[in-house]
């Protein structure tokens, strides 16, 4: 079956005072204001609300955050830190943008041409599964 993905309507919701712990796989465009302890993927676009707490890896076509991220953030098409932000963790995009007063504790790689995004990407996660060996 396959899912229709719409970046204009959020249709999942988790909200403030949710907590959720575990891994979080979800279809299509999502809001995030509560709690997740795990790693996060959507095929759409997330917003990351002021108050979210995410502890777990993010992956989605396009990110926008404005609450706290302890991990590692890719998104295919772009990456928006807001004011409110804090991201402790790697960002993998095609086009970031980082607003005053963020927190940014990783490291960055943005390129806009999808061929070297790509290359650029999978030379990443091939470093950091090596490294992620390597501190077992």
Same mark, same amino acid.
């Given at each position: 079956?396959? +899912?229709?993905? *719409? *970046? &204009?309507?959020?249709? %999942? !919701?988790?909200?403030? =005072?949710? $907590? $959720? #712990?575990?891994?979080?796989?979800?279809?299509? !465009? $999502?809001?995030?204001?509560?709690?997740?302890?795990?790693?996060?993927? %959507?095929?759409?676009?997330? &917003?990351?609300?002021? @108050?979210?707490? &995410?502890? =777990?890896?993010?992956?989605?076509?396009?990110?926008?955050?404005?609450?706290?991220?302890?991990?590692?953030?890719?998104?295919?098409?772009?990456?928006?830190?807001?004011? %409110?932000?804090?991201?402790?963790? *790697?960002?993998? %995009?095609?086009? &970031?943008?980082?607003?005053? @007063?963020?927190?940014?504790?990783?490291?960055?790689?943005?390129?806009?041409?999808?061929? #070297? !995004?790509?290359?650029?990407?999978?030379? +990443?996660?091939?470093?950091?599964?090596?490294? #992620?060996?390597?501190?077992?």
């Amino acid at each position: 079956m396959k +899912y229709r993905v *719409d *970046d &204009i309507t959020i249709n %999942t !919701f988790i909200g403030s =005072g949710s $907590v $959720v #712990s575990g891994d979080i796989k979800v279809n299509g !465009f $999502v809001r995030v204001d509560g709690d997740i302890d795990g790693n996060f993927e %959507t095929n759409g676009s997330v &917003i990351i609300g002021e @108050k979210a707490r &995410i502890h =777990g890896n993010v992956t989605a076509k396009v990110a926008i955050i404005g609450g706290l991220v302890i991990g590692n953030v890719s998104a295919s098409e772009s990456v928006k830190l807001l004011s %409110t932000s804090a991201v402790i963790g *790697d960002v993998v %995009t095609r086009h &970031i943008q980082i607003d005053d @007063k963020v927190v940014f504790h990783g490291h960055c790689i943005a390129v806009s041409d999808e061929n #070297s !995004f790509n290359e650029k990407s999978a030379e +990443y996660l091939d470093s950091a599964a090596v490294r #992620s060996k390597v501190l077992l």
